[in-house]
């Protein structure tokens, strides 16, 4: 779903297993404050996030046609 076609899919530690399958990466639950950990990451010069290079297609690919 989501986490597989979005850049850079995070799941939060307390998510589901499902979910943390499909995430690129595991964050901190909200008790640790994963997701302001990930956005001082991102945007305010935290460690460098790399995407981990998964193509999956847009996800409209099979409603728009796929015009590539």
């Known amino acids: ?3 597989r076609a979005a850049g850079l899919g995070c799941c939060m530690d307390n998510g589901s297993p499902d979910a943390k399958a499909a995430a690129d990466r595991i964050i901190g639950d909200v008790r ?4 302001a950990a990930l956005i001082d ?3 305010f010069g935290g460690p460098e996030a790399k995407p981990s290079g998964k193509v999956f297609g847009s996800p409209w690919a099979a409603l728009e046609g796929d015009r590539r």
């Not at 640790?32 to 997701?35: N, S, T, V």
């Open 32 to 35: 640790e404050d994963g997701l």
């Open 1 to 3: 779903g989501m986490l």
């Open 41 to 43: 990451e991102l945007w």
